[in-house]
């Protein structure tokens, strides 16, 4: 056969290139849908490549007939780079956020292809390995699941298919994630009417929940303080632009007694002829924030599930955190807009006021706070009290309902023990507790009924550390020894006592797990931690706490000033040094004995901070070295001695420098015997703010 003349050969190859590109952007839609990007839907997808694949095997057919034989026009090299490249770019347009987002409904329709890439995302999401993802995805495909079927896998199914434990729960979870809102799904949002809310007498605060035997310290006292607030702005009303209503805050570290004050507040309200309405933000809240629900609109939901009758299944479905059922500001407003004597009682408003990094959340958060401003500040005969893990909230609650304006804020206290038989008489359980571990929780009655009930409890507070402790450790330093507020401690305000505005108080629990978490990047921490988690071990009239107090302290500052902190008179020899704190050996009585036995450092010079353990150690209960790799220098010494008990021996002869550290001082410092005996004041600002508060004056051995 004789070949067709040039201008047919260039007309055909047009039309060939013409199909093949409508054949690839058929195919690449195809793919892109496929892939969750947004295309064009086609009835059925198929795999990246395919469309490639099959053409060239079309073409190939034809070369075989003879019908391709020009090896200028047909060049097998460039077709396999078009299957590469067409493969390729399928492969890049795998977007996971994407195929995360589909809903159950979709997924319904999935063909098996689909579930396989569904399930890769889901895999990858949850950190699985590259080798592990692509086994179980081999093992998906393989059994040729459809969306359906898929919503239907249960555990065991998975098992069934050699899928392991680990990934198998992943797929599980997700699974039931998305199964559960299928059915309201398809429904619109149903917008709850006012005459189904119930009268407001009939709204009813939760009891606090107490253990057996468990008896409140300080709670009546509060209640009755916060009660005069109350009594004194509810009938007010927002006047003028200088005599705005001020709501009241109780801020406390977590689980420091917040909901068991406000539950107690709304019971005695209740018993006064107020109307209280409990709402909470906190972990245990039957009304739990929906996916991409906003501030305002969590708000109103939760207002309105408080005023729901408690035997309507209305209220259940407002509360269901997949459910459709919602409430609108304005319904609200016009069911408030002719009461009296209402005072919402708002937990863990915190939660809340995110300060969400969107401006439809700013702006969400910023609604919410008018809203609670117009309905239970501005008009009389309303008011609100919220709980917080620190003031600032307040802080936050203020300027959003009035941008660059003042609204104050009132303070009303939490439980505190002021006498340790108040602690003692909590519970049987409590009839031991020592002074030194109530100072290790602060003397804040429910944290010491949290740890005794959860010991985990406090580590599980500090994860986010890992992310970054050196910025971290940094930050919480400056404001455990100077008392100055970091941005970079935001997230773990909550573990501190929120009671002082401007000045962050670590509670000792609090920062022994703190210090324990930071040991990564700097291992004297674990130990400090652990010294000051010995606080609770001390006994009655030993002093054994106090002087795990000093020791910290010591401790603390050594490593501030080595990380560029503020630099104190009262160290010495760290000059240039790393810093490792230790514990002497048990079998040492002196200090002598105890240096001879310390380890070698790990680099040269290093200071090493040592706290004796034998119960007779001579003269001294803490002390400080300086190690060169030739020589070793006993640079400070100190005594602790909880009351004011002065100074009845000598020094160590080679100590430099000699510190008597008293609980009770005297108001100015002096020296004696080559002693130096620091003030009162002079203590206090060393230990810094947390460390003093660890162990107040008022409950040192006397």
């Keep these: 056969m004789s070949r067709p003349p040039a201008t047919s050969r260039k007309v055909g190859r047009a039309v060939v290139l013409l199909a093949l590109l409508w054949v690839s952007l058929r195919a690449a839609q195809t793919a892109r849908a496929l892939l969750g990007a947004g295309a064009v839907q086609f009835p059925r997808s198929v795999p990246p490549g395919i469309w490639a694949q099959n053409l060239l095997v079309a073409r190939r057919a034809k070369a075989g007939r003879g019908e391709a034989q020009d090896s200028e026009d047909v060049k097998a090299p460039k077709e396999n780079d078009s299957v590469e490249e067409a493969t390729a770019e399928a492969k890049a347009s795998f977007d996971q956020a994407e195929w995360l987002k589909k809903t159950a409904g979709e997924i319904d329709l999935f063909t098996s292809e689909e579930v396989g890439y569904w399930a890769r995302a889901v895999l990858e999401e949850a950190n699985c390995g590259k080798e592990t993802v692509q086994n179980i995805t081999n093992i998906i495909n393989s059994e040729d699941i459809m969306g359906k079927a898929l919503l239907k896998l249960t555990l065991n199914d998975m098992q069934d298919m050699n899928i392991r434990m680990g990934p198998r729960k992943v797929l599980a979870e997700r699974i039931a994630a998305v199964s559960l809102p299928t059915a309201e799904a398809k429904a619109a949002p149903r917008v709850i009417k006012e005459e189904e809310l119930g009268p407001l007498s009939q709204a009813r605060v939760p009891a606090a929940k107490l253990q057996d035997g468990q008896r409140l310290v300080g709670i009546d006292a509060c209640v009755k303080a916060c009660m005069g607030l109350i009594e004194k702005y509810i009938n007010r009303s927002d006047v003028s632009l200088t005599n705005r209503v001020p709501p009241t805050c109780a801020a406390r570290c977590a689980r420091g007694g917040k909901t068991t004050f406000l539950l107690k507040l709304g019971e005695r309200l209740a018993e006064t002829e107020y109307l209280p309405i409990f709402v909470s933000f906190n972990g245990e809240s039957p009304v739990k924030r929906r996916d991409n629900e906003l501030a305002d609109e969590w708000l109103y939901r939760t207002i309105a599930y408080a005023l729901l009758p ?314 400080a070295v300086r190690r060169e790799r030739d020589s070793t220098d006993l640079v400070m010494v100190a005594q602790q001695k909880e009351g004011s008990a002065s100074v009845n021996h000598a020094r160590p002869r080679t100590a430099k420098h000699a510190y008597w550290m008293r609980g009770s001082s005297t108001q100015k410092a002096k020296t004696k015997d080559e002693w130096i005996l620091p003030s009162q004041s002079e203590i206090e600002k060393f230990l810094g703010p947390s460390m003093a508060a660890a162990a107040p004056a008022t409950w040192r051995d006397p």
Excluded at 393 to 407: A, F, I, N, P, W
Excluded at 482 to 489: F, I, Q, S, V, W
Excluded at 555 to 561: A, D, P, S, V
Excluded at 584 to 613: C, D, F, G, R
């Design 310 to 623: 408690a035997n309507s299944s209305l209220r259940q479905d407002v509360a269901d955190e997949f459910g459709n059922k919602t409430c609108q500001k304005s319904t609200l407003q016009s069911y408030f807009e002719c009461q009296k004597n209402v005072v919402l009682l708002v937990d863990e408003l915190n939660q809340l006021l995110l300060r969400g990094p969107t401006k439809e959340e700013e702006k969400a958060e910023q609604d919410a706070a008018r809203f609670m401003k117009n309905v239970f500040l501005g008009p009389e005969g309303t008011y609100m009290v919220f709980t917080s893990h620190i003031q600032s909230t307040g802080l936050d609650l203020t300027q959003y309902m009035e941008g660059d304006s003042v609204r104050g804020l009132e303070i009303t206290g939490l439980p505190f023990a002021d006498e340790l038989g108040e602690l003692q008489n909590m519970s049987p359980a409590f009839s031991g507790l020592t002074h030194m571990k109530a100072a290790y929780y602060s003397r804040v009655p429910a944290l010491l009924w949290s740890s005794h009930d959860d010991g985990s409890l406090l580590s599980q507070k500090l994860s986010q550390i890992r992310e970054d402790p050196q910025q971290h450790l940094a930050a919480f330093l400056r404001e455990v020894l100077a008392g100055t507020l970091m941005r970079e401690m935001e997230a773990f305000r909550q573990l501190t006592d929120g009671s002082q505005k401007n000045r962050p108080i670590w509670i000792p629990c609090f920062m022994s797990h703190f210090l324990i978490q930071c040991s990564s990047v700097c291992p004297a921490c674990g130990v400090l931690g652990r010294w000051l988690q010995g606080m609770q071990a001390a006994e009655e009239k030993d002093g054994k706490a106090w002087e795990k107090i000093i020791a910290v302290a010591f401790g603390l500052r050594y490593i501030w000033q080595q990380m560029g902190g503020e630099l104190h008179g009262w160290l010495h020899g760290h000059e240039g040094a790393a810093v490792q704190c230790l514990d002497a050996n048990p079998a040492a009585k002196n200090v002598e004995e105890a240096i001879q036995q310390l380890p070698q450092p790990l680099q040269y010079p290093t200071l090493q901070l040592v706290l004796p353990s034998h119960a007779q150690f001579e003269a001294v209960d803490l002390f």
